[in-house]
């Protein structure tokens, strides 16, 4: 995707010295556009866990580059395997629900106990990175692909008026590589020349969807509206969503998703007013060792995310607090919308039903 003109991925490595990582440090958004340099396991996880980085393929893509520098620390260090065994713990330990995590460490580590050296295992774990961050960006571009006969099918009913999608968080290319999830479909549906627009949810408290999306839909000049994260069921109702397209953090074998706390509520309304509610994820973003969703771990974050609010005044970023200081606060990041009430998933490899019949089908190298 291109901002003021100019490709960027969300994260790379710096052209000039490969021993940095570079990625956009998406807290300044839409306000600055900001790249940090990464250079070491704990500056990574940092990043992570404080959401310089977040969304499911970035976080997977971010771990794997984070393993990259663990070895370049460990040719340094005592014990090699020990230091980079530390590091995938830590690494692991900063978010626990996207699953594209833990899947970017194992492979790393898979990768990395194949090499005879240190030199090698590092040259390993260079070459491992930028396969995951490759494959995130190919199996995203194609999930557009998949995604955009659903759009084109609506708009032939439409007579020229836009196809109105509505959206929960982020999971654009700001969520990934590149070219993202949910919006993919979107971006490709604009690039074909088909009237879209996007009802982009605030997505309290880290407001993800009117900070990121937003911004990221406009750098592209795709239409678009922000709306407060309980208008969507309102909208439904008069008829102004044709359908939703939501990313995915964690989504079961069986079609259970795990998406930003928010994301039930939606396909409830949807299902209320016969709307469709798709999910799009990349492979990656399965777990194939977990049945039910109620088995999938719900991080809860500080309170201080829901008690107070930042922004942008006179160059400055400012926060406030907007809660009684003395009232608790409980911070749920994520719900799970159970599989009855997805229309379908959108993946790398096409559109199925969210069951595991079909999902096998489609991926059936994890049948048992």
């Given at each position: 995707?291109?901002?003021?003109?100019?490709?960027?991925r969300t994260i790379w490595l710096n052209p000039e010295n490969e021993r940095l990582v570079q990625l956009i440090d998406q807290r300044?958004?839409?306000h600055r556009f900001v790249i940090e340099e990464v250079s070491t396991v704990a500056q990574m996880a940092t990043a992570i866990r404080e959401m310089h980085v977040r969304g499911a393929g970035l976080i997977g893509a971010s771990a794997?580059?984070?393993m990259y520098l663990a070895t370049i620390e460990a040719a340094g260090s005592g014990s090699f395997d020990e230091h980079v065994v530390n590091a995938a713990a830590q690494l692991k330990a900063t978010r626990p629900t996207a699953v594209n995590l833990t899947w970017a460490i194992e492979?790393?580590?898979?990768?990395?106990?194949?090499?005879?050296?240190?030199?090698?295992?590092?040259?390993?774990a260079l070459r491992t990175a930028r396969r995951i961050a490759a494959e995130d960006e190919e199996h995203c571009r194609m999930i557009g692909q998949h995604g955009l006969?659903?759009?084109e099918q609506i708009a032939r009913t439409r007579d020229g008026k836009p196809v109105n999608v509505l959206t929960h968080?982020?999971?654009g290319w700001l969520a990934f590589v590149d070219y993202g999830s949910a919006l993919a479909p979107v971006y490709a549906a604009h690039d074909r020349a088909l009237p879209v627009h996007v009802w982009v949810d605030e997505t309290r408290p880290r407001s993800q969807g009117s900070k990121l999306t937003a911004w990221e839909l406009g750098q592209h000049g795709v239409p678009h509206t922000i709306i407060a994260d309980s208008a969507g069921g309102h909208l439904m109702q008069r008829g102004a969503v044709d359908l939703v397209i939501v990313g995915s953090d964690r989504t079961t074998c069986t079609g259970d998703v795990a998406n930003k706390i928010g994301t039930y509520l939606k396909a409830l309304a949807a299902q209320d007013n016969e709307v469709p509610f798709y999910v799009a994820l990349p492979s990656s973003s399965f777990d194939w060792t977990i049945r039910d969703g109620s088995e999938i771990p719900i991080e809860e974050r500080g309170a201080e995310e829901l008690k107070r609010a930042d922004g942008w005044r006179d160059g400055q970023m400012l926060e406030v607090s907007v809660a009684p200081e003395d009232s608790p606060a409980a911070n749920y990041g994520f719900d799970v919308t159970p599989r009855r009430l997805v229309t379908g998933l959108i993946t790398e490899?096409?559109?199925?039903?969210?069951?595991?019949?079909?999902?096998?089908?489609?991926?059936p190298e994890h049948a048992s």
């Open positions: 995707m291109k901002v003021g003109g100019q490709h960027f300044f958004l839409p794997g580059y984070g492979w790393q580590l898979t990768s990395i106990a194949k090499g005879k050296t240190a030199q090698h295992k590092i040259d390993l006969k659903l759009i968080c982020n999971a490899r096409g559109v199925c039903k969210a069951d595991e019949k079909s999902i096998l089908e489609l991926f």
